[in-house]
């Protein structure tokens, strides 16, 4: 079965400074990569997701992720944090058939002035 | 283009209560789904309708929960009756198709507080 591993529970950066979140899965074939966002008190935005091809993928807010085979990752990241960026990452896998994604724990970022 | 709208916001019961919340997905999708997410972990699947047939509610505690949708478009999912486990935000999403990859769309969750 499918599976997702978000290893950080919490992540503080200061504004400015770079930020990668890392997530690993568990599947046989390549898998359908997504990250979200829930801001406070709101629903998950989809940020970016991968399929094939190009194993860096581009979102929006500026984020992007890169989809590591050998290392069954697919870590986010951004150049540089804005506090608006504070909210909470969830990572998930689809895989061939289900067609559901299964989410991992997630991944709360803070933004420290 | 409108969201996927859900009430109530909150809600707060005592536990053997029963709690509705209710669903409006994005117009012209299909699939629509709801899920449970306890504070501290991600979102995890109840049910998963296509039109207003069920694709998926092996993980839907039938004893306590049930869910409808009707004429395939506005959704129900009922609690009856709730325990204290079931606190929880229950998000609604929908999407255009159920294929592979499919991005889908989520409203801003209904809030269950069981006391």
């Known amino acids: 079965a499918q599976s997702v591993t978000q290893p950080d529970i919490h992540i503080t950066v200061s504004e400015g400074a770079s930020l990668e979140l890392r997530c690993n899965y568990s599947y046989g074939a390549t898998p359908y990569l997504f990250w979200y966002v829930q801001s406070p008190g709101q629903g998950l935005q989809l940020l970016l997701k991968y399929f094939s091809g190009d194993t860096l993928v581009q979102g929006i807010k500026g984020f992007e992720a890169e989809f590591k085979r050998s290392q069954s990752s697919f870590n986010l990241r951004k150049p540089s944090v804005h506090w608006s960026d504070a909210a909470e990452y969830f990572c998930a896998v689809e895989s061939g058939g289900s067609y559901i994604p299964t989410f991992g724990r997630g991944t709360s970022l803070i933004v420290h002035p | ?115």
Do not use: M
């Not at chain 2, 409808?68 to 325990?83: M, W």
């Open chain 2, 1 to 115: 283009e409108a969201g996927v709208a859900q009430s109530p916001r909150y809600k707060i019961i005592e536990k053997r209560q029963s709690v509705a919340f209710w669903c409006n997905p994005i117009s012209g999708h299909a699939t629509l789904y709801w899920y449970q997410q306890i504070l501290g972990q991600g979102p995890k699947l109840l049910i998963q309708f296509q039109n207003n047939g069920v694709v998926d509610d092996s993980q839907l505690p039938k004893d306590r929960f049930s869910a409808e949708r009707l004429k395939g478009v506005d959704s129900t999912l009922k609690i009856q009756p709730a325990k204290l486990e079931d606190s929880a935000v229950y998000l609604c999403a929908s999407s255009s198709n159920t294929g592979a990859g499919n991005t889908i769309y989520f409203g801003e969750g209904s809030w269950l507080t069981v006391v």
